[in-house]
């Protein structure tokens, strides 16, 4: 699939004591851009893209886990599953 670059001629507008830009309907369907997005600057300029809401946190991802229930009691066993047999030296 070819990457094709599109140019658009947009005008800043006022909004407050800001500015904005207007965004065309069919470019917010066709990104998924909703209520937020991610401003990010980069060498070539500045970036617009959707906030993936769906990354959990380090906290949301423990409580995820937690919330599992899943049963660890052999993890020790499995986890030396063959390594008994085995000497190592240090």
């Known amino acids: 699939?070819?990457?094709q670059n599109?140019?658009?001629?947009i005008k800043l507008v006022p909004i407050?004591?800001?500015k904005g830009v207007r965004i065309p309907k069919l470019l917010l369907q066709k990104y998924g851009f909703n209520q937020s997005l991610l401003l990010e600057e980069t060498e070539r300029?500045?970036?617009l893209r959707k906030k993936d809401?769906?990354?959990l946190s380090w906290e949301d991802t423990y409580k995820?886990?937690?919330d599992?229930?899943?049963n660890w009691d052999d993890f020790d066993t499995t986890l030396?599953?063959?390594?008994?047999?085995?000497?190592?030296e240090i």
């Open 1 to 3: 699939m070819e990457k």
């Open 6 to 9: 599109r140019t658009r001629d």
């Open 16 to 18: 407050g004591n800001s």
């Open 45 to 47: 300029g500045l970036l």
């Open 53 to 55: 809401d769906n990354t």
């Open 64 to 66: 995820a886990m937690a």
């Open 68 to 70: 599992e229930k899943e």
């Open 80 to 88: 030396l599953d063959g390594l008994d047999d085995e000497e190592f």
